[in-house]
């Protein structure tokens, strides 16, 4: 009804007191000399409608009629009466705003079925120069099936160490499901070396979305946990093989905790 509460209650009051129990409301008094007309408002609709603007917002109509000695009314009058009219949206040959596609949702309910992967940094004594940590997980027991260490961030790499993971885990092109390999849009992940040496494993591949950094949760955790881990170092890795060693141990360390938390649950 467009009252407030009070209102209400003031009525309902005058009208069990006998009164009238009308509207009372007088509304403002105050005169805007400066508010657009009818005649203003069909013109900036008729304005906005022309061919030469049907396309543009209003922060570029105002600017072109400026241009031309023209003053309609201003860029939030502009705007104020398109939002009225219903035509405050994209216009003219703008696209107009594709559904939002939905996301694809892995389930992991057994070993083997989702793996995640990711590449992480990790400091050396030489300012700019980083040693690069390949991390693979099992998405259903957290396992860490595979990790390499290399001094550059290759899809060759990743390529071989998938490989050897496959051969490890028997995983076999010919599976009734497949496994699913998911990482995130880095260039190593989107390469094309990769997607060729997973075609030939029988591997599918699933991506974050764009620009969206909480899709590939487990291997970002897992690497906060790698990196906040009480044995990790204070400084920096001098070589390749002091990284590889301390990384070995970690793994050591963390997969049988790992297996035996998945086997109980």
């Known amino acids: 009804m467009g009252i407030s509460l009070r209102t209400l209650k003031r009525w309902r009051r005058a009208f069990l007191g006998h009164g009238d129990g009308g509207d009372r409301r007088k509304g403002s008094p105050r005169h805007v000399a400066h508010r657009l007309s009818e005649e203003e408002r069909r013109r900036i609709l008729l304005t906005c409608n022309q061919p030469e603007y049907a396309s543009l917002p209003p922060g570029q109509i105002v600017p072109a009629l400026a241009d031309q000695d023209l003053f309609i009314g201003s860029e939030s009058s502009f705007y104020r009466v398109l939002h009225q009219a219903g035509q405050c949206q994209r216009r003219g040959r703008a696209r107009r705003p594709q559904e939002p596609r939905t996301v694809p949702r892995l389930r992991a309910d057994r070993p083997n079925a989702v793996w995640s992967w990711d590449i992480t940094y990790l400091l050396t004594t030489v300012r700019g120069v980083w040693i690069y940590f390949y991390l693979v997980i099992d998405v259903w027991s957290r396992k860490v099936v595979a990790w390499d260490v290399a001094e550059r961030e290759d899809a060759q790499v990743a390529a071989e160490l998938v490989s050897r993971t496959c051969l490890r885990e028997w995983i076999s092109k010919g599976r009734h499901q497949p496994l699913v390999l998911h990482a995130d849009n880095g260039n190593a992940m989107r390469a094309a070396t990769l997607e060729a040496r997973l075609e030939e494993l029988g ?63």
């Open 203 to 265: 591997v599918l591949r699933s991506f974050s979305r764009p620009r969206v950094s909480n899709d590939n949760p487990y291997s970002e955790s897992l690497f906060r946990t790698v990196k906040y881990s009480p044995d990790y170092p204070i400084r920096p890795f001098t070589s390749k093989a002091e990284a590889c060693e301390w990384v070995m141990s970690f793994v050591e360390w963390y997969n049988p905790s790992t297996v035996t938390a998945a086997s109980s649950s």
